[in-house]
């Protein structure tokens, strides 16, 4: 199973990016897949993520500039982020999460592309 992140850069404040994920190895239409962060110095976060259905959910600190989107038939996962700040700099990690119930979720995760945003 891998899942390989693209996109990332150095941009000034203002500008926008979009982050791909190519994830393959297994079927990931019955998974949620996502984006965390984890900037300098600072705990990994909870960027985006969507289900298969197409439903989504946004940190509060990138609600409305940030827009995840997938195709399923193609297991890949896009993150565009627009009007960032420096806030947003940091390592993106795209992830899938697959319920299994009493056998506990199946995660996976990339290994992340870098963003830096300047001022």
């Known amino acids: 199973v891998q899942l390989v992140e693209s996109g990332g850069g150095l941009v000034q404040a203002g500008a926008s990016l979009r982050l791909s994920c190519a994830a393959s190895g297994r079927d990931f239409r019955g998974s949620i897949m996502g984006w965390d962060r984890q900037g300098p110095g600072k705990q990994r976060e909870l960027v985006a993520t969507i289900t298969s259905g197409g439903s989504t959910n946004y940190a509060v600190s990138v609600k409305g500039r940030f827009s995840i989107s997938r195709l399923n038939a193609e297991n890949t996962v896009w993150l565009q982020m627009n009007s960032l700040i420096p806030e947003d700099t940091g390592v993106y990690y795209c992830?899938?999460?697959?319920?299994?119930?009493?056998?506990?979720?199946?995660?996976?995760w990339g290994q992340g592309t870098q963003v830096t945003v300047s001022s």
């Open positions: 992830n899938s999460n697959t319920f299994r119930g009493a056998l506990g979720p199946l995660v996976y």
